[in-house]
């Protein structure tokens, strides 16, 4: 019970007065968009950058936990498309959608702002190296599955362009604001770039606040969302097989993987596979089906629900951690 109250209720306390403050109408639904864009433009690459340049460089390639992130990742994605593909009969690329919603969780707005709210800004490396490892491997296999598919269904199928799909793979992977921030901070750590001091005063300054503002504007928008809850565009037996998956399966899988086959010495960095193994998927996922127009009315919900139900599974694996 110590855990909870000194770990888990103030973190959800956050989300609670965002929602609330929803509710109660003291602030507009339409805020959360502005609260989101200062975190994800401003707040969250200053604390990103700020971690991992100050970071020592042995921290930033730990060998185990690269491998671990990555490897638990391939195995939920494979298992799910398998499961789609053959138990649900789904089609090529379809399945690697399904794939996405249980394996690319909301790092950005809930695992980091979560980590660092619970165990301080040093949380913030292991957590901003995860980030990139998820974007790198998830937004990989998206965009390759579905942009050979179209090439297969073309009339000039056999020549497919490698340099525009490489392009586009790189393109949402490097160039939004929270990975160009982890780019940028592993190349200063690594080459020992020196820096103004303003620089980091900045950034020092700034950063912190991606964390509660992220917390609270994940509470303002779900009081905004109770309209998808009523949405009949799912099946029942692949919504339970999708939520089973993200939310129980990956972190079991995660914590065997550490605990059992490549451990990791540090708590603090067990504990960020783990928990960021156990969020809820994340809403770029809606960005990419909408590219591909695959699974749009269905995302939505899932995103939803696995946010709602998260709050509880999230909260019973801190206190299974920590405790």
């Known amino acids: 019970m110590g855990t909870m109250f000194q770990v888990v209720i103030p973190i959800f306390a956050i989300i609670l007065c965002g929602f609330l403050a929803g509710r109660l109408s003291l602030l507009p639904l339409h805020g959360t968009s ?5 975190v994800y433009y401003f707040a969250l690459p200053a604390l990103l950058f700020f971690s991992l340049s100050t970071a020592p460089i042995e921290q930033i390639a730990n060998t185990n936990f690269i491998i671990i992130n990555l490897v638990i990742t391939l195995i939920c994605f494979s298992i799910t498309v ?7 009969k789904k089609k090529f690329p379809e399945v690697t959608m399904y794939g996405m ?19 301080g800004q040093e949380a913030a490396i292991p957590a901003a190296i995860a980030t990139f490892i998820y974007d790198l491997t998830v937004i990989t296999l998206i965009i390759v599955s579905f942009e ?21 793979i790189v393109k949402p992977i490097l160039l939004n604001p929270i990975n160009a ?12 770039i020196p820096l103004p001091e303003s620089v980091y005063v900045f950034t020092e300054v ?3 606040a991606a964390g509660p503002t992220a917390l609270f504007a994940l509470g303002l928008g779900l009081s905004g969302e109770r309209s998808v809850l009523k949405s009949k565009a799912y099946n029942a037996s692949e919504f339970i097989t999708l939520l089973s998956l993200k939310l129980i399966f ?20 067990a504990t960020t596979i783990i928990i960021l193994s156990a969020l809820p998927t994340g809403a770029i996922v809606y960005v990419f089906a909408e590219k591909y127009n695959t699974l749009v009315k269905q995302v939505p919900l899932y995103i939803l629900a696995t946010t709602l139900v998260s709050i ?4 019973i694996f801190l206190v299974l951690i920590v405790g």
Do not use: E, Q
């Open 34 to 38: 502005s609260l989101n864009y200062f």
């Open 82 to 88: 398998a499961i789609f593909k053959f138990i649900f």
């Open 101 to 119: 919603i249980t394996t690319y969780g909301n790092t950005g707005f809930l695992g980091i702002p979560l980590l660092i709210a619970a165990f």
């Open 148 to 168: 050979a598919a179209n090439a297969m269904n073309t009339k000039n199928g056999n020549k497919v362009k490698i340099v525009p799909m490489f392009g586009s």
């Open 181 to 192: 921030s982890l780019a940028f901070g592993i190349i200063v750590a690594f080459l020992k």
């Open 206 to 208: 700034l950063g912190p």
């Open 250 to 269: 990956l972190p079991l899988l995660a914590m065997f993987f550490v605990y059992f086959v490549f451990p990791i010495d540090d708590d603090l960095w």
């Open 312 to 315: 509880i599974t999230i909260s």
